[in-house]
């Protein structure tokens, strides 16, 4: 009898024993970091499943020149550690929380993104008593987008964000992507209309980012301007051939559009799949301005004297003229030979040489009305061929601008 009840005081001491002396919150937290596992929880398929409940997505800023997209993630994350779970016997808690610094956290990233960051969201994370673990984690990305900005300023597209974790064959982890919630739209000349999940593969999970500029502010800066411009270089037409009023103004508005030129090298990337057709367009209206400049400058030197057609037959004539006067000159010469006038008076003489410089002096002034009619003449013709030009162009590329699509491969970077 002895014996029996010997063992079972040491039976009932070692349990005491065994048993836990403090059960507290702590306790148990203490005792889950006492454990140090920092390693990935290994299953038999060697693969340990990511869920995310939802992601949190911000577009932080669209660079337009370089073709950049920053955006902000908040996931959620939850996983199964078995190794952490406990016995609600002893610890009568389902919930701990823990440093996240104690245990083994997975890392998400960017696929396409040129840098990716990731940190905690907090310096604790949340375990139960079954051993699944809940955290959040913020990720900030710089994503590589080939933009289509072919339609600028009315450009739109849709940029991809790639999410992934480590993974090496059947090894790692996988995620579960549940849902996307889109905050803060709106930022700078940007707009993220959308962010949807889509997958390619099991293992090919992304964000579809619907982005398209507000249009107000590059249309007011940049494409109006340019139509005032070439309007502005219509009414110009008005102005009279001489003085030089009208080719002053013209060059005025060339040196004009050169500013707004330069504003959009700096605004906008300088060569990509769908380089933006506005670049054409300031080209073209460029075109426009320096043919419309030429063309008054030719044809105020007409309305002048004849410039560069004329000229030629200005001198033919002039020639001819010369011609005439010395045969009147010898003429009057031999007349005066002949016949000796002993009576011509000094304002006989004086009257002869007014004629002659009046004469002259219309004969001028009918070459320069002659000059000047035709320079109206084709001043008014090619004010009506650059009115027709330049409204079917204007007209022609508002259309291209709103309507026409240009097709990016956006995913190149999945080989």
């Not at 440093?99 to 907090?122: D, R």
């Not at 450009?155 to 790692?172: K, L, R, W």
């Not at 006038?341 to 009305?369: C, G, N, P, Y």
Request: one cysteine or more.
């Amino acid at each position: 009898m002895k014996r029996p009840a010997f063992l079972l005081v040491i039976l009932f001491v070692g349990c005491v024993r065994a048993e836990p002396n403090c059960t507290e919150r702590r306790c148990l937290a203490q005792m889950l970091i006492n454990k140090e596992y920092y390693s990935q929880p290994q299953y038999e398929n060697c693969t340990l499943p990511i869920e995310v409940p939802f992601i949190e997505y911000q577009t932080l800023a669209v660079d337009t020149k370089n073709l950049r997209l920053n955006s902000r993630l908040v996931a959620a994350v939850e996983w199964l550690d078995p190794a952490l779970a406990w016995d609600m016997s002893v610890y009568k808690f389902d919930r701990v929380v823990l440093p996240v610094k104690k245990i083994w956290t997975p890392q998400l990233h960017v696929t396409n993104g040129i840098t990716t960051s990731m940190k905690h969201a907090s310096d604790d994370l949340v375990v139960f008593s079954n051993g699944r673990v809940v955290h959040r984690v913020i990720i900030n990305a710089e994503v590589n987008c080939e933009v289509n900005l072919f339609n600028y300023p009315f450009a739109g597209d849709e940029c991809p964000v790639a999410i992934q974790t480590f993974s090496t064959g059947d090894c790692g982890t996988g995620l579960r992507l549940g849902d996307v919630r889109m905050i803060d739209g709106s930022h700078g000349d940007w707009q993220t209309d959308f962010a949807t999940l889509k997958k390619q593969r099991d293992d090919r999970n992304y964000i579809t980012v619907g982005l398209s500029i507000k249009y107000s502010n590059p249309f007011i800066t940049l494409l109006l301007p340019s139509i005032l411009i070439v309007l502005a270089d219509l009414v110009s037409f008005a102005l009279p051939l001489r003085g030089g009023e009208r080719n002053t103004f013209k060059v005025t508005l060339a040196l004009s559009f050169t500013m707004f030129l330069n504003i959009l090298n700096n605004e906008l990337p300088g060569d990509s799949q769908c380089s933006p057709i506005i670049r054409t367009h300031f080209c073209i209206c460029l075109i426009l301005l320096v043919l419309s400049m030429l063309v008054s400058m030719m044809l105020t030197g007409v309305a002048k004297d004849g410039l560069l057609i004329f000229n030629c037959f200005s001198k033919c004539s002039a020639r001819r003229d010369k011609g005439n006067s010395d045969e009147n000159k010898d003429e009057e010469i031999k007349a005066d030979i002949s016949v000796v006038h002993l009576d011509v008076s000094e304002d006989i003489q004086m009257l002869r040489k007014v004629v002659k410089f009046l004469e002259a002096l219309d004969t001028k002034k009918q070459k320069h009305a002659k000059y000047e009619k035709i320079a109206n003449r084709g001043d008014k013709i090619f004010f009506w061929f650059y009115f027709f030009v330049a409204s079917s162009y204007i007209t022609a590329m508002t259309c291209v601008m709103v309507k026409y699509k240009c097709k990016v491969n956006h995913f190149d970077f999945w080989y």
